[in-house]
């Protein structure tokens, strides 16, 4: 079975597909960009990373594939079981893995496993029907003058307007006479308006203090004054969809009971509710962000517990 295109469906919808036993494919939202040395704009899209310490079965990609395929959830599970030895041994006899549309997957001198994301699949569905667009840089003398207007003689055209100019230089000095007609008024009606800006602060401070005055004698008269009122401004919630998984428990009392043992450890450990195995995973700790999560699943790896992993939820 060919599992590369529900992993690549998968990576649509969810951050985070694990193929159990191999590792997980995880996906971050990256803004538009322009590339200023071919002079391109990129749309947004989701990059595509690989992450060989997430190997722990969450359930998704065997459901999805039990859901297309009509089979039931064991059976898809031996189907990627299946698949994932193949593509282990294609990577230790040909070094190289072609996981088509989603990338390429290569072992190098170190043996370890480098991912190389395919640059032509954008995973980011609010970027649907976008594409690169190309925008050349403007230069100077786009459009040149031709040789033959170049040689032209200009001077009788300026003997021409040389001419009229005469003709109307009474029309110049009258239309300077209006400009200062108008300005005259302009500045007589500013000063006009600003005298009456003036008067009417001054009845309005006038006007105020009287106020003022008689708040003040109707104050002396208040025989019980209100008492203060106290607002409460709320905190604001902070997500943390990622949780470190430690196990999961059938029982809410056992899981109840494992999230308070960690808890005692240090850890700001919780249980979440009954996912629809009928199981409460507990839960190390609970993180805003992917990044935070690995460290803390890395640190988690080396003193306490290999099998904890990753539930975005």
């Not at 322009?34 to 997430?54: V, Y």
């Not at 006009?192 to 800006?197: E, M, S």
């Not at 190390?284 to 003193?303: C, T, V």
Request: include cysteine.
């Amino acid at each position: 079975m060919i599992i590369e295109k529900y992993i690549s469906a998968l990576l649509y919808r969810y951050q985070c597909v694990i193929v159990p036993g191999f590792g997980a494919f995880l996906t971050e939202v990256q803004s538009a960009s322009f590339h200023e040395a071919t002079q391109t704009f990129f749309p947004p899209k989701k990059s595509i990373s690989f992450n060989t310490q997430l190997i722990h079965n969450d359930g998704l990609l065997a459901n999805h594939i039990a859901l297309e395929e009509g089979m039931t959830y064991e059976s898809a599970l031996a189907e990627i079981q299946q698949c994932v030895s193949d593509w282990k041994q294609r990577l230790s006899v040909d070094k190289t893995l072609v996981l088509k549309p989603i990338g390429t997957i290569h072992v190098n001198t170190d043996s370890n496993w480098i991912f190389e994301p395919q640059a032509s699949t954008n995973y980011l569905t609010a970027a649907f029907g976008l594409s690169t667009v190309s925008a050349p840089a403007i230069g100077r003398n786009l459009f040149p003058i031709p040789e033959e207007e170049k040689e032209l003689d200009v001077t009788p055209t300026i003997a021409l307007i040389t001419k009229r100019r005469r003709k109307y230089t009474f029309l110049k000095y009258a239309a300077v006479f209006v400009v200062a007609a108008s300005l005259g008024t302009t500045i007589y009606k500013q000063e006009h308006d600003a005298y009456i800006a003036k008067e009417t602060l001054e009845v309005e401070k006038a006007v105020q203090e009287k106020v003022d005055y008689q708040i003040q004698q109707a104050t002396f008269f208040i025989e019980k004054p209100l008492s203060p009122v106290v607002l409460t401004i709320k905190e604001p919630i902070v997500l943390k969809p990622y949780h470190i998984i430690a196990s999961a428990f059938k029982s809410e009392k056992n899981a109840a009971k494992a999230a308070k043992e960690l808890e005692e450890k240090g850890f700001e450990s919780t249980f979440l509710e009954k996912n629809k195995y009928g199981l409460y995973p507990v839960a190390y700790g609970s993180y805003a962000n992917l990044s935070e999560a690995q460290d803390a699943m890395r640190a988690i790896h080396k003193k306490h517990n290999k099998e904890a992993w990753i539930l975005v939820k």
